[in-house]
Structures are given as structure tokens and as C-alpha cells.
């Protein structure tokens, strides 16, 4: 008979392998971290783009009368996840040789370059432009919407003027003995 410290003793047994559950769907995912990398138990850094996304893509590239199946859709994944790796691991090495820690699109674009997908740099080159654009419009928006914010919000502090205010400001008399009309002003 096991004492009841031992680790036979059914008490005191711990597993450090987790139960694998009997269905496949009912599998959790795996850890993920803030990045959106999943860790596994070697260690390697894993990416796959939501399945959903990857089945859009899929839908809106190929013949409507083209079905994907399940597997295929998930090899589709694993296959994106692991070109966004190889990209970004290239890209970063431009971004180290040039003594930087952060990757920019010409960081992309030339390790585009470098790993032979030349015919993709017109497209991404254009895209890039298009992207900028849009982006300058979306902050020149931003400004001006903000500027008309404080100007409504002085607009609106300011006092209402009426015509003897106006003849005021240009250098007209003001008697300052009269309080009558701000009194109407404050009412």
C-alpha cells in the first residue's frame, strides 16, 4: 500500500500534461499573447490570420463555383501566417542593418525584393501611395473637424453681438455708465 505522500496515491496525483478532450472542436485554443503569436511547446513563433478573414479572401479571389474545404482553408492559414513571418523576419534584418528598431513599409518593400517576389512590388508600391493618401485626407479631416469644434466653442462662449457692439469695437462711444442692455444680455 502507497503512503499517502507518495505520488501513487490518488490524492496527491498531478498531471502535467493537460486531458486532450474526446471532440476536436471542443479543443481550446491554444495560449496566445498580445501580439497575436501563439506559443508552442517548441518555442517557435507562430502567426495564422483569423480563419474568417483567410475564407473572405479566399471567396473573393477565386470562381464563385469554387468550393474550399475546411483543411484547406486552415492550410491556407498556416501558409499565410508563415509568409508574414518569413516577410517580417527579412524586413526586420533591413531595419537592423540600417541601425533601426522599427520596420517600415521600405523595410517591406525591399525585403519584398529580396526574397524574389519582384512582381509584387508594383501592386504593393501603389497600394502604399494610395495608402498614404488616404491617410494625410483622414488627418486633414481630423484637423479641420477639430478646428471647427474650438471655433463653434468660442462662437458659442462669446457673447452675441448686435449692431451697437460692432460700432463699439470699431471705435465707437461706449457708455460704460449704462448696464441696462447687459442686464438684458444675462437674462
Do not use: W
Request: proline share 9%.
Amino acid at each position: 500500500m502507497s503512503s499517502p505522500n507518495s505520488p501513487e496515491s490518488p490524492q496527491h496525483t498531478t498531471t502535467t500534461t493537460p486531458t486532450t478532450p474526446k471532440s476536436p472542436a471542443a479543443a481550446p485554443p491554444p495560449p496566445t499573447t498580445t501580439t497575436g503569436t501563439t506559443s508552442s511547446s517548441n518555442n517557435s513563433i507562430e502567426f495564422e490570420p483569423p480563419l474568417a478573414c483567410v475564407r473572405r479572401l479566399l471567396k473573393s479571389s477565386l470562381p464563385s463555383t469554387t468550393n474550399v474545404g475546411k483543411d484547406a482553408s486552415s492550410a491556407f492559414a498556416r501558409a499565410c501566417g508563415i509568409f508574414v513571418i518569413y516577410i517580417t523576419t527579412c524586413a526586420n534584418d533591413f531595419a537592423r542593418e540600417n541601425k533601426r528598431q522599427t520596420i517600415t513599409a521600405n523595410d517591406v518593400l525591399a525585403a519584398v525584393k529580396e526574397l524574389d517576389f519582384d512582381e509584387f512590388t508594383p501592386e504593393l508600391t501603389k497600394f502604399l501611395e494610395r495608402h498614404r493618401a488616404d491617410e494625410k485626407t483622414k488627418k486633414e479631416a481630423k484637423k479641420a473637424a477639430e478646428g471647427n469644434k474650438k471655433n463653434a466653442k468660442k462662437q458659442k462662449n462669446a457673447p452675441p453681438k448686435d449692431d451697437n457692439d460692432m460700432m463699439d469695437d470699431d471705435g465707437g462711444d461706449m457708455d460704460e455708465g449704462d448696464d441696462s442692455e447687459e442686464e438684458d444680455l444675462d437674462e
